[in-house]
């Protein structure tokens, strides 16, 4: 085990349990190994409070190869990312609560509002709902993996990937951040949407961000913003 890696999944454990994004057990944190082996979470641990020798390792079809715990019950969650991205090095999976709660209220992440979100990840769409720790949870993200590192669960959470423990982490505070702006503008009277144009002008500044990794929709934002009547949303899946 990754004594260096092992250390960094604790750590963001902590610091998802101290912000508010994950409450008691909930959550879980991925990285990649090896092209094939994954340290991950153990089940039923307080993510505040892990310890490096609590995590486990699995290979890429859910096989425990180390650990003395049993491993997250969302580990099928994060199999599904590692095997269709071979970019990704890390996955996180909380309840960011603001977030989460746009998804019970049945409103999107995806309709650009803020520059950040635009830049880094496009926008986050909201996966919908399937029972967590199921198969079926991990069969419903598929669609979403070749343009979006950040997803929402339908009321139940959120999942975003990185190259990187620390990217994936930060894509989480992000998210979780937008949400609350989001939130307090809809309570001071309502948000303002981007424009196309300006949407268009920050995938046209996106191409001198060298920060930017992973996957992002790119000019279908643009595409999504044309056929607004559709609220924004990629054609085949998102949910109001
Ligand atoms: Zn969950």
């Given at each position: ?32 190994l ?26 890429l ?5 180390a ?78 993996l ?86 924004c ?8």
């Open positions: 085990m990754d004594k260096h890696l092992a250390r960094q999944v604790v750590e963001i454990g902590r610091a998802l349990y101290e912000k508010g994004l994950v409450a008691g057990a909930e959550g879980n944190i991925s990285v990649r090896s092209a094939d082996t994954i340290l991950i979470t153990p089940s039923g641990k307080h993510k505040g409070a892990l310890a490096e020798e609590d995590l486990v390792v699995i290979d079809s859910g096989n425990v190869l650990g003395r715990h049993r491993p997250s019950s969302e580990a099928q969650l994060h199999l599904a990312i590692y095997r269709q991205r071979e970019d990704v090095g890390a996955v996180v999976h909380a309840h960011p609560p603001t977030a989460t709660a746009f998804t019970v209220a049945g409103l999107s992440m995806l309709d650009p509002v803020l520059p950040e979100i635009v830049v880094t990840l496009g926008g986050v769409p909201t996966v919908p709902f399937a029972v967590p720790g199921t198969a079926a949870l991990a069969d419903a993200i598929r669609p979403y070749d343009d979006f590192d950040a997803l929402l669960l339908e009321n139940h959470g959120a999942v975003t990937m990185g190259p990187d423990l620390e990217s994936a982490h930060q894509k989480m505070e992000s998210l979780e951040m937008a949400a609350r702006i989001r939130w307090m503008a809809r309570m001071l009277g309502g948000e303002r949407q981007l424009t196309r144009d300006e949407v268009a002008a920050l995938l046209a500044a996106r191409a001198y961000v060298p920060a930017t990794s992973g996957r992002h929709p790119g000019t279908k934002l643009l595409k999504w913003l044309e056929d607004q009547k559709e609220s949303k990629p054609a085949h899946s998102d949910r109001k």
